[in-house]
């Protein structure tokens, strides 16, 4: 049975940076638990469609339709052993958003849209709502299901906490090396 998860948060940064800093997979080892130690252990990124001409370019690399990602990471704290993830980079859309799912990993199924939209925050001040969506399913049938009540739900909301507290002082750091300042 598929699982979902939903997740917002409201980025004092133009949609521009917040989309290249999430399309960027070299963000993603710095935005997850650090106790999980994720890296990066190979990537075949697909160039990305050709960028709009009135978007901003900000450093870094881009995955676009068809990038493959693998990592690694540890599954539980305090447990050296690894496991791996293969991620495939679907429905990119240049300062919008874009899917990724897992082609092998530790779920039956797993489909994560990441979404950008312009929009003011609480005071009037520009910014952006970074929204995620998580389609995923766990093996094991039933026990699948108890162990996404007991256990995967709230891993989810766990990684998702983290990485919106890095997010911010994360992004100040690619706003400050790409010479803009903003917020």
Same mark, same amino acid.
């Given at each position: 049975?598929?699982?979902? /998860? ?11 940076? &917040? ?12 935005l997850m638990?650090?106790?999980?130690? &994720? ?18 370019? /900000? ?21 050296? $052993? ?18 990724d799912i897992?082609?092998?990993?530790? /779920? ?5 849209c990441h ?31 108890? $162990? ?10 766990? $990684? /998702? ?12 750091? $690619? ?9």
């Amino acid at each position: 049975m598929p699982h979902r /998860f939903h997740a917002e948060q409201w980025l004092p940064y133009p949609s521009e940076l &917040v989309f290249a800093f999430f399309a960027n997979p070299e963000n993603l080892p710095r935005l997850m638990p650090p106790w999980q130690q &994720v890296r990066i252990e190979e990537g075949s990124f697909a160039p990305p469609p050709p960028r709009p001409l009135d978007s901003p370019r /900000f450093p870094g690399i881009v995955a676009g339709n068809g990038s493959r990602i693998l990592i690694s990471a540890r599954a539980l704290p305090r447990i050296p $052993a690894r496991g791996g993830w293969e991620a495939l980079i679907e429905d990119f859309r240049w300062n919008e958003g874009f899917c990724d799912i897992q082609l092998r990993g530790p /779920f039956k199924s797993w489909r994560h849209c990441h979404s950008v939209k312009p929009e003011p925050g609480p005071d009037g001040r520009p910014g952006t709502r970074v929204t995620d969506d998580i389609t995923y399913e766990l093996p094991l049938g039933p026990l699948g299901a108890l $162990a996404n009540l007991l256990i995967a739900r709230r891993a989810l909301a766990y $990684a /998702f906490r983290i990485r919106q507290e890095r997010t911010l002082p994360l992004l100040a750091r $690619a706003a400050q090396s790409a010479g803009t300042r903003f917020a």
